[in-house]
């Protein structure tokens, strides 16, 4: 209320990693490729990416059984180009880990169906919202509070508060593989759930 009065906007720039592994979590990454594919045909519009962020935090809520480990960070701003900066700054960091360098070469479609099948999975989901939103502004390194984080990121998505929506995803493309060394050396601050 107080805020209002004083008409400020509070902005919330949050990021979210996942780790999934198992023998099973590689179709997760022909989800993702389709939902990275319909977020570049949506040249930036809000509203689409909103849709895609959807689809992707019910299909990690769909696999929980494979969530191996998590962390978040981010940070509230009062200003809107600082808050923009800071989205900026979480892209690039994201976009140089290990393996998020998402190619969506045509030719990935003609690859054999042998290719060996990655038992692990980082998911870097980068958000910003107006407003506040205690179950993604707190600790979600455990499984029900990552749970509620994501049910959090679809509703923002349906109040109309998502700024900003940005997903990496490692590896970005079948065939490739994420070792446990390099999720180590990439990932430090994955904690386990």
């Keep these: 209320m107080f805020n209002k009065m004083m008409g400020r906007t509070r902005y919330v720039v949050a990021r979210l990693f996942l780790h999934l592994s198992g023998s099973d979590v590689a179709p997760i990454l022909g989800e993702l490729n389709r939902i ?24 990690l809520l ?12 981010g940070d509230v701003f009062w200003n809107e180009g600082e808050a923009g900066d800071y989205v900026n700054d979480l892209f690039s960091d994201s976009a140089a880990r290990y393996g998020a360098d998402l190619e969506l ?60 929506i940005q997903v990496h995803f490692s590896p970005a493309r079948l065939g490739d593989e994420l070792t446990n060394d390099q999720l180590l050396q990439y990932y430090p601050e994955l904690i386990p759930l």
Excluded: C
């Design 105 to 164: 070469d045509s030719d990935d479609f003609d690859q054999p169906l042998s290719l060996p099948a990655t038992r692990n999975i980082i998911i870097m989901i980068t958000v910003a919202y107006e407003g506040e939103v205690p179950e993604l502004e707190t600790d979600l390194a455990n499984i029900q509070a990552l749970k509620e984080g994501l049910k959090a990121l679809i509703n923002l998505h349906y109040k109309h508060k998502l700024r900003a």
């Design 36 to 59: 990275a594919r319909d977020a570049i045909d949506a040249e930036g519009d809000i509203e689409a990416l909103g849709e895609g962020l959807v689809e992707l935090s019910e299909t």
């Design 62 to 73: 769909r696999y929980d059984e494979y969530w191996t480990s998590a962390a978040n960070e």
